[in-house]
């Protein structure tokens, strides 16, 4: 098998299968706007062009090819948006955009006519993309990424329908189960490729046997397998599953055939050639999947609601593949392969034939629906011929998978001598099971009598509402008769991705003679309807021994169990006193400090580095610092004056930035402190004006004997740091700031261009917190503890108006200048979008809200979410060049009549920078003028009502 990195469409047209999903989901909440069936033709349209993107990529990838594209994100971390479309991709990328394109048609006839769509199809977009990069990613990490993408898009469409309180409960359990896994199988994906050296899979793969003997295995496997576990339904994390019930029936039959349900026993496939062979793998994955297979089948029958049934025979048949992978076999590798496809196409049909069914009995009560054949012939024909594939009834496609497991249990290396009888008895049991189940279904719902009082009269469904449920039963029907001519190829092409070494030669015939796997098949069938026949016994023995607590009731009891558990721990160490958390703090430091000093040899204080000579100007800045802090601290019961105090040590700290050529840092330290400065004044009439509760004697003498430790403590770290030698990587960006970011200015440099990653980390945190200010404000009313001044004049002086509105354009015209040369000279877009901010404030103080908000009628969430757009666009733009994420370029630019000048990207990312800061300051002072105006209101509508 060669790697083959296409230098043709194909890296294109797999990232375009990738993003299509994401842009789609997009594309049809603008389309929901207009009306339903334009919601689902966009949806249709999306699925059906990744579809036509695959197209092309299906001659290599069955030929036994690995088709690979790779866009840099963050090399140094091991992370790049790396593809791989191998036969297994394959395989599973089919399941999920062509069964996909079915439901979003099912979909269009099942949901009901109120529900415009738009979310709907958003959210399975969403989910069927993250399900496509679990399937196609070549980095683990990125396969991990994904796999988070797949929980909550799949929490938030079984949460569908959240008014019901069932369907709450179960998104949040199946939220929660699939979230730890998920978290198991972060520690094992970061510690599997710790082991192998790489992050992708083309190394790790190729390191099996360098896996299987490190001593982390045991760890990896565990962790890995708990992952797929909780996703795939295995016992004991079954119970998230049938639960999930709760969701709309065409979220069930996508994510409970092809989709979400498969993504562990993908997983298992994956990772197949690098975990599997050993004792340990097959002691436990064999037995998981076995419980799981019985217990799941055993179940089953025993629901009387038929989307239980299934979901429970859904448990069974992912135990069955579990179980396959487990016997660690080639040939039951490729019959778990070959169960994979066709339970995806008989699971999803019987899903969409049982919402029906559901959809026109208005109940899914087996014990009230029966004799539907009478009433919808067609539709109980194509329920019953899916069911019979379940079942495992010959010539339908899962006989034939079944076959092949029933095939791999008789005398399996790992039961010799007398114990070779016990695979084949447990299949067979299990097998019998599976028919009772199945039988049941088609007895109790399409035959057994009348229907008993349902809330509707049943008929056949609209005719394409029927449409999809005829696709994937002609698929059980042509697999199931002729094999290897409908799925041959793409299973020796999935199952060569999965066995590296080499697909033993297998053939998929309808026919192998007399044999004991026919045997165990006609036994299981027989057994499985006299089974049935008496299952009344069975229901008898439920009913008097089983457990009578639901699991839903379960997982609620342990929730809030939790959080009773968290609260109580929570006021144990929570104390809510700043004093006892900064104390705590202060001794932690100084301790860890003292024993780390304690630690050195010698321990020596002082580096061989003289002192640097203290001057007047040290002195003097110095002392402003010690008045600054000193005054903030005795005064801090007076708000305006600590407020002054407080600002001197801003400004001393914006003149040390000065002393030491750092003109950047200087501006920005000024900047801030006068927007910092101006919301606490505007603040300061929401804050009591004097503390009650003061501090004893002792409690002064203990806080002021920690300052002092704490300040001498970092006094001395300080002094020891700067009198010894040390290195920086600041002579990298000197040299490398003209030549590597075309910028002189070499602070700008690192922020945009080198450190652009934090940067745009840090803009978004600033956008979360102006987003949340807004949320903890909005409809906030508070009483001020200060009297405002009753006169518009004293609030707003003439004088200070007439200023600000012709300083308005000036400092605008400042703030763009600092914004334009930020890359060359002091300056860049956190500077000049302070400068604006400080502009817009002035207009604010100077003529009140209500004069400002008149005349800067902007949006300030819709300015933020831009300027996020606008700096992660720049990003993104250097994919198109084939560079990491954030790359930036610059150039010189010789217009006519004009001297040359240069131009960045890096600009436009500043541009983002810029727009960011100034919305997040004027969304936090308008919600501050909201505060106030909300009660200027309240006071005058007290004043007419008196």
């Not at 091991?78 to 439901?103: E, N, Q, S």
């Not at 005349?855 to 990003?875: C, E, N, S, V, W």
Request: with cysteine.
């Amino acid at each position: 098998m060669r790697i083959d990195y296409l230098s043709d469409m194909g890296p294109l047209l797999l990232n375009l299968m990738l993003a299509i999903p994401f842009v789609g989901a997009l594309l049809v909440l603008a389309a929901a706007r207009r009306s339903r069936s334009a919601a689902a033709w966009t949806a249709a349209a999306v699925m059906a062009s990744g579809l036509v993107a695959l197209v092309p990529l299906l001659p290599a990838t069955l030929s036994g090819d690995v088709l690979t594209t790779r866009i840099p994100w963050l090399p140094e971390w091991g992370l790049d948006i790396a593809l791989r479309l191998d036969g297994l991709g394959l395989l599973f990328t089919l399941l999920i955009l062509g069964i996909g394109l079915l439901i979003i048609l099912y979909a269009a006839y099942y949901m009901p006519a109120y529900d415009r769509l738009g979310r709907f199809y958003a959210l399975l977009l969403a989910f069927a993309g993250g399900m496509l990069g679990v399937v196609l990613a070549e980095n683990t990490i990125l396969m991990l990424v994904f796999w988070e993408i797949t929980s909550l898009t799949s929490f938030l469409l079984i949460a569908y329908k959240y008014e019901a309180f069932d369907a709450r409960i179960a998104a949040r359990m199946a939220l929660a189960v699939t979230g730890g896994g998920g978290l198991a199988l972060l520690a094992g994906l970061l510690l599997l490729g710790n082991i192998a050296g790489s992050f992708e899979l083309t190394v790790i793969l190729a390191k099996g046997d360098v896996i299987r003997a490190h001593p982390y295995y045991p760890v990896v496997l565990v962790l890995v397998l708990l992952g797929a576990f909780t996703k795939s339904g295995q016992f004991p994390f079954h119970f998230w599953l049938p639960n999930a019930m709760a969701a709309p029936t065409p979220v069930s039959a996508y994510l409970h055939s092809a989709t979400m349900v498969k993504a562990g026993v993908f997983l298992l496939a994956r990772l197949y050639p690098v975990l599997s062979g050993t004792e340990l793998w097959l002691v436990l994955v064999g037995s998981t999947g076995a419980v799981t297979f019985a217990y799941g089948a055993y179940v089953a029958i025993l629901k009387h609601d038929f989307k239980g049934l299934l979901a429970y025979s859904t448990i069974s048949h992912l135990g069955l593949i579990t179980l396959l992978f487990g016997l660690d076999t080639p040939m039951s590798a490729v019959a778990a392969l070959f169960h994979i496809i066709n339970h995806a196409i008989f699971k999803a049909s019987l899903f969409m034939a049982a919402g029906i069914i559901d959809h026109e009995c208005g109940t899914r009560d087996m014990r009230r629906i029966n004799g539907m054949f009478k009433y919808m012939p067609w539709t109980a024909t194509l329920g019953i011929l899916a069911a019979g594939s379940m079942a495992g009834v010959p010539l339908l496609n899962g006989f034939l998978s079944k076959e092949m497991f029933f095939t791999e249990t008789v005398g399996h290396f790992a039961f010799q001598g007398y114990a070779t009888w016990l695979l084949p008895a447990f299949a067979t049991v299990a097998g019998v099971f599976s028919v009772a189940y199945s039988a049941r279904f088609v007895h109790d719902v399409f035959f057994n009598g009348e229907p008993v009082d349902l809330p509707k009269t049943p008929h056949e469904p609209p005719r394409w509402m029927r449409f999809p449920v005829e696709i994937l039963v002609g698929l059980v029907l042509i697999v199931g008769l002729l094999p290897q001519i409908a799925v041959g190829s793409i299973l020796q092409a999935a199952a060569g991705a999965v066995l590296p070494s080499g697909v033993p030669e297998f053939k998929l015939a309808v026919w192998h003679g007399w044999n004991l796997p026919l045997a165990m098949s006609l036994a299981a069938f027989g057994l499985g309807l006299t089974y049935y026949w008496r299952r009344q016994y069975l229901f008898g023995l439920h009913e008097k021994y089983a457990p009578k607590i639901a699991s839903p009731v379960a997982f609620e009891r342990v929730y809030r169990d939790a959080g009773r558990l968290a609260s109580w721990l929570l006021r144990v160490i929570d104390t809510r006193s700043l004093q006892r958390y900064l104390a705590t703090l202060v001794v932690f430091v100084c301790l860890l400090g003292v024993w780390a000093w304690m630690s050195l040899p010698g321990r020596p204080l002082t580096g061989p580095l003289p002192s640097t000579p203290v001057d007047g100007a040290a002195i003097a800045a110095l002392a402003g610092l010690l008045v600054g802090a000193v005054g903030t601290v005795v005064w801090h019961r007076q708000r305006l004056v600590a407020v002054i105090f407080l600002s001197v040590v801003g400004l001393v700290v914006s003149f040390a930035f000065i002393r030491f050529k750092a003109p950047d840092l200087a501006l920005t330290q000024l900047s801030v402190e006068v927007v910092t400065i101006v919301l606490l004044l505007l603040s300061l009439r929401f804050l009591p004006g004097e503390v009650t509760a003061r501090s004893s004697s002792l409690r002064k003498l203990r806080d002021g004997g920690l300052a002092l430790v704490g300040g001498a403590g970092v006094a001395a770290l300080t002094y020891a740091m700067l009198t010894r030698p040390f290195e920086t990587i600041s002579g990298y960006h000197l040299a490398n700031a003209y030549t590597g970011g075309g910028g002189t200015n070499v602070v700008n440099v690192i922020l945009v261009d080198f450190r652009g990653f934090d940067t745009l980390g840090e803009i978004a945190v600033l956008a979360m917190a102006a987003l949340g200010l807004h949320a903890l404000v909005d409809g906030l009313r508070l009483k001020p503890y200060a009297e405002s001044a009753k006169r518009d004049a004293d609030r707003h002086p003439v004088m200070l108006a007439e200023m600000m509105r012709p300083l308005l354009p000036l400092a605008l015209a400042v703030s763009v200048y600092i914004l334009l040369r930020g890359h060359n000279l002091p300056g860049g877009g956190f500077i000049a979008g302070l400068i604006a901010a400080v502009a817009f404030m002035l207009q604010y103080l100077a003529s009140g809200i209500d004069f400002a908000a008149a005349r800067m009628r902007f949006d300030y969430m819709r300015i933020l979410g831009a300027g996020l757009l606008i700096a992660t666009a720049t990003g993104l733009a250097s994919w198109l060049f084939d560079r990491p994420f954030m790359t930036s370029t610059f150039g010189y630019v010789h217009p006519p009549m004009i001297e040359k000048f240069e131009l960045a990207s890096a600009m436009v990312f500043d541009i983002g920078v810029f727009l960011v800061v100034v919305a997040s300051i004027l969304l936090a002072l308008s919600e501050l003028g909201t505060l106030s105006r909300r009660e200027l209101i309240a006071k005058s509508s007290s004043r007419e009502e008196s």
